[in-house]
């Protein structure tokens, strides 16, 4: 297995690279083309602001190469809003993977939304794992749901906290940070 984080500046590298050391794999990280298309898994990581995460994707031409990836990718946080065909944070287009568009919460709720919430989760990513567990996010914006919806959270209102389509899949939540749960996850998505 060859896994490749993707480093664009706009990730939290670590936090996956100790989740992955922790289930006794180690990830390369690397914005190289040849090498991201030749590993056996991709993950899109992001933390951060939208236009200038995808500025710094067209800058390595990776904005390009990413929907073009046939083995599986795992886009989280920002890295699935990215994956999305539209984002309201900073009017930014995005790569148009899965056909939906991130907008800004409008609530009287806490905005951003960080803390434990419950994940209504089906399909491979979510194997093994109870309805209704607790994922951790920290997000101000989210995917409206659509079709291509595998985990539902409600903060005030209902989005889509992952996604999946063909060999993509995303989540809002972050996984590396959602401890026993999250490692089933990523597990899940290592035996793709």
């Given at each position: 297995?060859?896994?490749?984080?993707i480093?664009?500046?706009?990730?939290?590298?670590?936090?996956?690279?100790?989740?992955?050391?922790?289930?006794?794999?180690?990830?390369?990280?690397?914005?190289?083309?040849?090498?991201?298309?030749?590993?056996?898994?991709?993950?899109?990581?992001?933390?951060?602001?939208?236009?200038?995460?995808?500025?710094?994707?067209?800058?390595?031409?990776?904005?390009?190469?990413?929907?073009?990836?046939?083995?599986?990718?795992?886009?989280?946080?920002?890295?699935?809003?990215?994956?999305?065909?539209?984002?309201?944070?900073?009017?930014?287009q995005?790569?148009g993977?899965?056909?939906?568009?991130?907008?800004?919460?409008?609530?009287?709720?806490?905005?951003?939304?960080m803390?434990?919430n419950?994940?209504?989760?089906?399909?491979?990513?979510?194997?093994?794992?109870?309805?209704?567990?607790y994922?951790?996010?920290?997000?101000?914006?989210?995917?409206?749901?659509?079709?291509?919806?595998?985990?539902?959270?409600?903060?005030?209102?209902?989005?889509?906290a992952?996604?999946?389509?063909?060999?993509?899949?995303?989540?809002?939540?972050h996984?590396?940070?959602?401890?026993?749960?999250?490692?089933?996850?990523?597990?899940?998505?290592?035996?793709?």
């Open positions: 297995m060859n896994v490749v984080i480093d664009y500046g706009a990730g939290n590298i670590q936090s996956i690279r100790f989740a992955l050391a922790r289930l006794g794999m180690t990830a390369a990280l690397s914005n190289d083309i040849r090498i991201i298309k030749n590993s056996s898994h991709v993950i899109f990581p992001g933390v951060g602001e939208a236009s200038s995460a995808m500025e710094k994707l067209r800058a390595t031409k990776l904005d390009k190469l990413l929907p073009t990836l046939t083995q599986p990718v795992l886009g989280i946080c920002l890295g699935m809003q990215l994956m999305c065909m539209h984002t309201e944070e900073g009017n930014t995005g790569l993977i899965f056909d939906t568009a991130v907008v800004r919460f409008e609530t009287n709720l806490n905005v951003p939304h803390g434990w419950s994940v209504d989760g089906k399909g491979i990513l979510f194997e093994n794992i109870d309805a209704n567990r994922f951790y996010l920290v997000h101000s914006y989210y995917a409206i749901p659509n079709k291509d919806m595998v985990g539902a959270c409600t903060y005030d209102i209902t989005f889509a992952a996604l999946a389509k063909d060999n993509f899949y995303g989540t809002q939540f996984p590396e940070k959602s401890g026993a749960v999250g490692a089933r996850l990523l597990q899940n998505f290592l035996a793709l």
